[in-house]
């Protein structure tokens, strides 16, 4: 074993601020040499969202010591980039149901308020989008939510928000990593107790008066307010254990939506996640026990948030009774449709934002609607950048909608990250009103195919853990890079985008045009009958990801199309 990794072992196996029954912990696994490895070969890295990642005990761990690190890391890079705002503006924090959660939330708010940063923490769990609407209603520098999101229940972790109200991007980034990274001694993180912050007036609870306007906020986005029917359309809603339930039945019943019946397994908060495996609406298992309650009360549509309520599912029922589920760029084609069909007065400059492994068919709408498209990184934090980017004018655009295919949607302003609950909000209005119509949400997609072509995309995930697994997604990205084909599936290459180079080679045209987005290690192919194919590792899992988009003149040519794009790929990739 490096000497490194057992130094760091060492380490935190004598150090007195950990705790004992950690230290316990750890001489269990002193034997077990990769055990030791895994969780000591690297420290936890900020990835698309921020950090995240398995719990336990370790460098390459999230952790309470982890996380009060990281506090003491932002708390210098605030106190370096403006001192006085940093103390007088202050921080807030929010967090989610999983295990640990809280403690973490409440180490973190201690370190801040050890440093003289004042910080509001929630009274209690609330989701990401409403973090995100705190930190500007509440003036903040900084926003921190504790939260793995989708991952499986062994994950947290935590978000960086910046004043605007978004994830933190660059400069921000990349110093506040420096500054986490040099925080190298535990003797390095100030303390305080919760009783001393609260009589110094640095740690304030905060809950109720932020919920109404944030609450306020999402119903301004109502489109159609009278819709037939409206009060009488049957939906089905689960939280999947997590923050969603509160604040979506209390904006469901405000505007009118009288027949939500949320899954009575599924409302409650609750970390271990009993009743799914993966508490996460891109799986079509997480919808069982709501199709279940469906079917007895009559609802045509199921909806599912992910734990911190940033990520939306839907399943829905054809008139054969078969139960279907929209992937993430289905409905984001819906969405953008429906708004830019229903929305009025919408501005010469409208814009619509959408990430590099979004689907190709949202350029072909969006130029046939009249209306800017703009591609960005993967991760919402891009998108919330170019929001930002609008409002103050470097960019001029109106912002309309974004999504990335993750299932991640932001309707309004009043957010700089995805929005499970105005989006649950909005696709309960589009299905009611398309029901209204005598058509339905499975129709309206199916219009838009046979409309503009018939789009299909595909994601592969290969997971690769430990420092072997990260190794091999490196090497792959290497060789890809260093060795990219003429012809990929019997066809040529067009161009390649290379988002770490920041290169766009046009093969056929022989030229090579620069990518003005940030750095990031994603290729993309594009060949010649259109087909995309994207190779990124994954910022928050130890994955990587392949994504396909194709498109066919019916939907049974996309199908057989799609489906040996993928396995066509994979043998490439194996050879």
Not at 366 to 384: C, E
């Amino acid at each position: 074993m490096d000497a490194n990794i057992w130094k760091k072992f060492e380490n935190w196996s004598s150090s007195d601020y950990i705790d004992a029954e950690d230290r316990e912990e750890l001489k269990q696994i002193k034997d077990n040499t990769k055990e030791v490895e895994d969780r000591f070969y690297t420290d936890l890295e900020f990835g698309t969202g921020g950090m995240r990642g398995i719990r336990g005990v370790g460098t390459n761990r999230i952790n309470k010591y982890i996380v009060k690190k990281a506090a003491q890391g932002i708390a210098n890079y605030m106190l370096k980039m403006d001192a006085e705002a940093a103390v007088d503006r202050g921080v807030v924090i929010a967090y989610d149901c999983r295990i640990g959660s809280y403690e973490y939330s409440l180490n973190m708010a201690l370190v801040f308020a050890a440093n003289g940063i004042k910080t509001n923490l929630f009274e209690s769990l609330r989701s990401t989008p409403e973090l995100s609407f705190a930190v500007r209603e509440l003036g903040t520098m900084v926003g921190v939510m504790v939260t793995a999101s989708h991952n499986p229940k062994e994950y947290n972790g935590f978000k960086v928000y910046w004043e605007d109200g978004g994830q933190v991007v660059e400069p921000h980034a990349t110093e506040i990593v420096k500054e986490v990274y040099a925080v190298e001694s535990f003797d390095d993180i100030k303390a305080m107790t919760q009783k001393e912050a609260e009589e110094k007036g640095l740690l304030k609870f905060v809950g109720k008066s932020v919920d109404d306007k944030y609450i306020e906020a999402i119903k301004k986005e109502v489109i159609n307010t009278d819709i037939p029917g409206k009060k009488e359309f049957k939906i089905v809603y689960s939280p999947l254990h997590g923050t969603g339930k509160r604040p979506v039945q209390r904006v469901m019943k405000e505007i009118g939506f009288d027949s939500l019946y949320t899954v009575a397994e599924q409302e409650e908060p609750d970390g271990t996640f009993p009743t799914c495996d993966y508490a996460n609406p891109e799986d079509p298992a997480v919808f069982k026990l709501g199709i279940e309650l469906a079917e007895k009360m009559g609802s045509k549509l199921c909806m599912a948030n992910d734990p911190d309520a940033d990520r939306i599912g839907i399943a829905v029922k054809r008139k054969n009774g078969e139960w279907v589920y929209p992937n993430g760029n289905q409905v984001g084609l819906l969405l953008m449709n429906y708004i830019l069909e229903n929305k009025k007065d919408i501005p010469e400059n409208g814009a619509v934002i959408s990430t590099v492994v979004s689907t190709p068919m949202l350029d072909v709408v969006a130029a046939d609607k009249g209306v800017k498209m703009f591609r960005t990184l993967t991760g919402f934090k891009y998108i919330g950048e170019k929001i930002l980017e609008f409002e103050t004018g470097k960019i001029d655009g109106t912002y309309l909608f974004g999504f990335e295919e993750s299932y991640g949607y932001l309707v309004g302003t009043h957010a700089r990250d995805k929005d499970a609950i105005v989006s649950t909000m909005l696709i309960a209005e589009m299905a009611a009103y398309y029901e209204s119509k005598g058509t339905s949400v499975i129709e309206e997609l199916e219009k838009l195919y046979d409309k503009y072509g018939w789009y299909k995309e595909g994601i592969q995930a290969i997971t690769m853990s430990g420092k072997e697994g990260a190794e091999k997604i490196q090497n792959i990205m290497k060789s890809l890079r260093e060795n990219m084909p003429v012809e990929v599936l019997g066809k040529k290459v067009k161009k390649v985008r290379d988002f770490q180079l920041q290169k766009d080679y046009d093969k056929e045209a022989g030229k090579e045009y620069p990518i003005e987005l940030p750095k990031s290690n994603v290729i993309q192919m594009i060949l010649e009958d259109d087909t995309h194919i994207t190779a990124r590792p994954s910022g928050t899992e130890p994955k990587i990801k392949y994504y396909y988009g194709i498109n066919a003149k019916t939907e049974a040519e996309s199908e057989k199309k799609l489906e040996n794009t993928m396995k066509g790929f994979s043998e490439f990739l194996e050879k």
